[in-house]
């Protein structure tokens, strides 16, 4: 698994979409009954044996069109990773606990003693033109990154444990000295020396090594400036997966036709096209099989729970939404996020109480099925040990919203509270349009807010459009207090790359010396000790509990309806680099 699919820049995903409506009590049974049953949900269709030919068509459930930049080293939206997804193949497998193998395109060999970590593609690994993947194309997506041309958000501080990689990055070495290609850059073998290595290494998404590769010898006559709008990246993209782009409607579909040169054996599908469908359709495509895999949106499941003719699998993802809280800018000059200790939102007390106000378990519990459910802290339960269960969260406590405020001087003024020094305090929020339901929840956790006296609006009074939203994220809108989002997470437990002071992900912006301490620490060479490690990351779960710079939300069931007539198709990790060349229709 890569990065690009598990990792937050990667997987920018929607808020929970709820609908709005008065809290009762009695559907708490049927809830609970429903969550019991998306828990004995299969992650796999049934196996069947598997015929030649036939077209799947895929739902990419969006009400914007996908900007498709078909790049890992570029691209930062989930809804790219999901059109690409019959392409795109990491050079890793993985187990079910997204620990690498050597099942896949290439393989990982660790070396502490010399602090190195060596890559090597298998033989027979090809572009969809038919060159061998190598040594060079590995090193290229370094360069990619770390090219402050390119302007994407892939790169971060954690890649400067490889040896040069920051001397690149600022302009001053021409070549990464701590990448060497033993065999020429024709060659299928990649070291990377490290300062230091780091405990999670072992398993995907990691963050210290990239996993995946840029065809050089297709990209190399590009700019890194011109990459992003380059043909190339957006129109005749190559891959090293079991399918090519054939065709492209830009921003509303793309068809996917067998790469021949494909290492792993022919595909089983001719066909494979990649639709836009909006939200509000969906739920329809699943009941008229529009779609063959279209994913479910829980506010929806009893609409189309009893649907024939498909299998629901499903899974609780590495992932959960959250609230941000803008205390701060992204430094383009030194690649660090600098707070602004005078910000409106940089009060403790007054993020506290944000947080206090969100009634999130309610309506999650009561708008969702059962199927949506609050998450008290930044690290999922899925982390086993890693995760702090002593960590409760911000649970909804008016009373305790009001009395943080009070005690924090931001005293009522009329019907609004003013701040600590008597100026007028007016809070906006940046809120995406993703699902119908997105706008009602919104709504609701800004009646909230206005209980507790907290002047709370929506940035231009309205739902903000999926790209226009991470642009004004990215690119710290002065307009911006708040926002909701999420991430799909890496499956390597360390926030590194989405909190550290050198992660550009880091939208919030707060980069406190305490911060810095405790990342370093959980990545650091005492963390080889697993108790060690465990304890540094429940100090700072709690850490960022108590700060309340990002105050997780929701996670959901993440349940997907498949054709009945289609096998090989799974949620299991460790089918998910060769899942499209696995799926096809059953004898």
Same mark, same amino acid.
């Given at each position: 698994?890569?990065?690009?699919?598990?990792?937050?820049?990667?997987?920018?995903?929607?808020?929970?979409?709820?609908?709005?409506?008065?809290?009762?009590?009695?559907?708490?049974?049927?809830?609970?009954?429903?969550?019991?049953?998306?828990?004995?949900?299969?992650?796999?269709?049934?196996?069947?044996?598997?015929?030649?030919?036939?077209?799947?068509?895929?739902?990419?459930?969006?009400?914007?069109?996908?900007?498709?930049?078909?790049?890992?080293?570029?691209?930062?939206?989930?809804?790219?990773?999901?059109?690409?997804?019959?392409?795109?193949?990491?050079?890793?497998?993985?187990?079910?606990?997204?620990?690498?193998?050597?099942?896949?395109?290439?393989?990982?060999?660790?070396?502490?003693?010399?602090?190195?970590?060596?890559?090597?593609?298998?033989?027979?690994?090809?572009?969809?033109?038919?060159?061998?993947?190598?040594?060079?194309?590995?090193?290229?997506?370094?360069?990619?990154?770390?090219?402050?041309?390119?302007?994407?958000?892939?790169?971060?501080?954690?890649?400067?444990?490889?040896?040069?990689?920051?001397?690149?990055?600022?302009?001053?070495?021409?070549?990464?000295?701590?990448?060497?290609?033993?065999?020429?850059?024709?060659?299928?073998?990649?070291?990377?020396?490290?300062?230091?290595?780091k405990p999670g290494m072992t398993n995907s998404g990691n963050?210290?090594?990239?996993?995946?590769?840029?065809?050089?010898?297709?990209?190399?006559?590009?700019?890194?400036?011109?990459?992003?709008?380059?043909?190339?990246?957006? !129109?005749?993209?190559?891959?090293?997966?079991?399918?090519?782009?054939?065709?492209?409607?830009?921003?509303?579909?793309?068809?996917?036709?067998?790469? !021949?040169?494909?290492?792993?054996?022919?595909?089983?599908?001719?066909?494979?096209?990649?639709?836009?469908?909006?939200?509000?359709?969906?739920?329809?495509?699943?009941?008229?099989?529009?779609?063959?895999?279209?994913?479910?949106?829980?506010?929806?499941?009893?609409?189309?729970?009893?649907?024939?003719?498909?299998?629901?699998?499903?899974?609780?993802?590495?992932?959960?939404?959250?609230?941000?809280? !803008?205390?701060?800018?992204?430094?383009?000059?030194?690649?660090?996020?600098?707070?602004?200790?005078?910000?409106?939102?940089?009060?403790?007390?007054?993020?506290?109480a944000i947080g206090y106000a969100m009634n999130v378990e309610?309506?999650?519990?009561?708008?969702?099925?059962?199927?949506?459910?609050?998450?008290?802290?930044?690290?999922?339960?899925?982390?086993?040990?890693?995760?702090?269960?002593?960590?409760?969260?911000?649970?909804?406590?008016?009373?305790?919203?009001?009395?943080?405020?009070?005690?924090?001087?931001?005293?009522?003024?009329? !019907?609004?509270?003013?701040?600590?020094?008597?100026?007028?305090?007016?809070?906006?929020?940046?809120?995406?349009?993703?699902?119908?339901?997105?706008?009602?929840?919104?709504?609701?956790?800004?009646?909230?807010?206005?209980?507790?006296?907290?002047?709370?609006?929506?940035?231009?009074?309205?739902?903000?459009?999926?790209?226009?939203?991470?642009?004004?994220?990215?690119?710290?809108?002065?307009?911006?207090?708040?926002?909701?989002?999420?991430?799909?997470?890496?499956?390597?437990?360390?926030?590194?790359?989405?909190?550290?002071?050198?992660?550009?992900?880091?939208?919030?912006?707060?980069?406190?010396?305490?911060?810095?301490?405790?990342?370093?620490?959980?990545?650091?060479?005492?963390?080889?000790?697993?108790?060690?490690?465990?304890?540094?990351?429940?100090?700072?779960?709690?850490?960022?509990?108590?700060?309340?710079?990002?105050?997780?939300?929701?996670?959901?069931?993440?349940?997907?309806?498949?054709?009945?007539?289609?096998?090989?198709?799974?949620?299991?990790?460790?089918?998910?680099?060769?899942?499209?060349?696995?799926?096809?229709?059953?004898?």
């Amino acid at each position: 698994m890569k990065k690009s699919r598990i990792f937050g820049s990667v997987g920018l995903i929607s808020a929970a979409a709820l609908t709005l409506v008065a809290c009762g009590k009695d559907n708490n049974k049927s809830n609970s009954n429903d969550a019991k049953t998306a828990n004995k949900f299969s992650q796999t269709v049934p196996k069947k044996a598997v015929k030649q030919g036939g077209t799947v068509k895929i739902a990419i459930e969006t009400d914007s069109p996908f900007t498709g930049i078909f790049s890992d080293e570029i691209s930062m939206t989930q809804i790219d990773a999901d059109v690409a997804r019959p392409a795109d193949e990491s050079l890793f497998d993985t187990d079910d606990n997204y620990r690498i193998n050597d099942k896949g395109p290439a393989t990982l060999r660790i070396n502490q003693k010399d602090k190195t970590v060596t890559i090597t593609v298998k033989k027979g690994v090809k572009w969809s033109d038919g060159k061998q993947v190598t040594a060079k194309d590995m090193e290229y997506s370094y360069e990619i990154m770390a090219s402050k041309a390119t302007k994407t958000e892939r790169y971060t501080s954690q890649f400067e444990f490889i040896k040069g990689m920051k001397a690149f990055h600022e302009g001053k070495a021409k070549t990464i000295s701590g990448i060497e290609m033993p065999d020429g850059e024709s060659g299928r073998k990649m070291v990377l020396h490290y300062s230091e290595l780091k405990p999670g290494m072992t398993n995907s998404g990691n963050g210290y090594f990239w996993e995946a590769a840029a065809p050089y010898h297709y990209l190399k006559d590009v700019p890194f400036s011109k990459l992003q709008s380059s043909d190339k990246i957006r !129109k005749k993209p190559l891959y090293f997966g079991p399918y090519k782009l054939s065709k492209l409607v830009r921003g509303q579909s793309a068809t996917w036709t067998p790469n !021949k040169y494909y290492w792993r054996g022919k595909p089983k599908l001719d066909k494979i096209v990649c639709q836009v469908v909006s939200t509000k359709s969906a739920t329809q495509a699943i009941k008229s099989h529009k779609f063959d895999v279209i994913d479910v949106i829980n506010n929806y499941w009893k609409d189309i729970k009893n649907a024939k003719k498909v299998n629901f699998v499903a899974k609780i993802p590495l992932a959960y939404d959250y609230l941000g809280i !803008k205390v701060g800018k992204w430094d383009a000059k030194t690649n660090k996020n600098v707070m602004n200790k005078n910000s409106k939102m940089a009060n403790q007390s007054l993020r506290q109480a944000i947080g206090y106000a969100m009634n999130v378990e309610q309506v999650s519990k009561h708008y969702t099925n059962g199927l949506t459910f609050h998450v008290p802290t930044l690290i999922p339960a899925q982390f086993g040990d890693y995760y702090n269960k002593d960590i409760k969260g911000y649970n909804y406590n008016l009373k305790k919203a009001n009395q943080i405020l009070d005690k924090a001087g931001y005293k009522k003024k009329g !019907k609004w509270r003013v701040q600590p020094n008597g100026k007028p305090l007016k809070i906006n929020l940046l809120a995406k349009s993703r699902t119908p339901m997105d706008e009602p929840i919104v709504q609701n956790y800004i009646q909230q807010w206005h209980k507790i006296g907290l002047d709370v609006e929506l940035v231009g009074n309205r739902m903000t459009e999926f790209n226009a939203f991470y642009d004004k994220v990215q690119h710290d809108a002065p307009e911006v207090d708040m926002f909701i989002a999420g991430w799909n997470l890496s499956s390597e437990p360390s926030p590194a790359a989405l909190y550290d002071v050198g992660a550009p992900s880091n939208y919030s912006r707060f980069a406190t010396p305490e911060n810095t301490k405790l990342m370093s620490s959980l990545d650091s060479q005492k963390a080889f000790n697993h108790k060690y490690r465990v304890e540094q990351f429940h100090k700072w779960q709690q850490y960022m509990f108590d700060e309340a710079y990002v105050i997780p939300l929701s996670n959901s069931y993440e349940i997907t309806a498949v054709n009945s007539a289609l096998t090989g198709y799974s949620k299991r990790p460790s089918q998910s680099n060769s899942l499209w060349y696995q799926v096809g229709y059953a004898k």
